[in-house]
């Protein structure tokens, strides 16, 4: 069954540093893999997702994540952090089911 | 503005009681979703509907029931309400003829249980 593992449930850096959060899928088969961003008290919304049209995909907000397959990875980054980017960001895979499974988040925290 | 729409944002129950949480999507989206979200475990699926007239069981359905009542709205029921139901539910549709596309998710209904 597919899953993802994201790495680090809290990571803290500084305004204007690189923002790198780690997510490592198990998947038989060629997964689709997704970033899901919460703002506090909201729901999620897509950041980016991967479908094998290329390895490196461009989301929103200056996000990108490269799909990675001989380490099984799916890491996100943003090379220059905002204190706007604070915020929850779940990995998930999408099943054979058509369901999505998600990691446990890792909260970005930003200082100033 | 298009989306998916979740009632109510807030409820307080008592162990033992009932509730229904409402979600109605506009996007004309074929499937949808009923998530708990927990502190440290990310979002783990109650139940889905592949489509309409269709439900089928996720990671975590004890203690729920759902119904899709149309091709735009799917709820969620709590029979007897226990502490442990206390989380964030969200709703969420997709549309996936490939599996590539994303969910809409709504704004989620925070449920207390005391």
């Known amino acids: 069954a597919q899953s993802v593992t994201q790495l680090g449930s809290h990571v803290s850096v500084s305004e204007g540093a690189l923002v790198l959060l780690r997510c490592n899928y198990s998947?038989?088969?060629?997964?689709?893999l997704f970033w899901y961003v919460q703002y506090p008290n909201q729901g999620l919304q897509l950041l980016l997702k991967?479908?094998?049209?290329?390895?490196l995909v461009k989301g929103i907000n200056g996000f990108e994540a490269e799909f990675k397959k001989s380490e099984t990875s799916f890491h996100l980054t943003k090379p220059s952090a905002h204190m706007s980017d604070a915020a929850e960001y779940f990995c998930a895979v999408r099943t054979n089911n058509n369901d999505m499974r998600f990691g446990a988040g890792t909260r970005l925290t930003v200082k100033p | 503005n298009a989306g998916v729409t979740q009632t109510p944002k807030f409820q307080v129950l008592k162990t033992g009681q009932s509730m229904t949480l409402q979600c109605a999507q506009d996007m004309n989206h074929n499937s949808m979703y009923w998530y708990r979200q927990d502190p440290g475990m990310g979002l783990r699926l109650i139940y889905y509907s592949a489509s309409e007239g269709t439900t089928d069981k996720g990671e975590v359905p004890n203690g729920y029931n759902v119904s899709r009542l149309n091709k735009r709205e799917f709820s969620l029921r709590l029979e007897s309400a226990a502490p442990s139901q206390t989380s964030v539910y969200f709703c969420?549709?997709?549309?996936?003829?490939?599996?590539?596309?994303?969910?809409?998710f709504g704004s989620g209904t925070r449920l207390t249980v005391v």
């Open positions: 998947s038989s088969v060629p997964p689709y």
């Open positions: 969420a549709s997709s549309e996936p003829p490939r599996g590539d596309y994303g969910y809409t």
């Open positions: 991967y479908t094998s049209a290329a390895t």
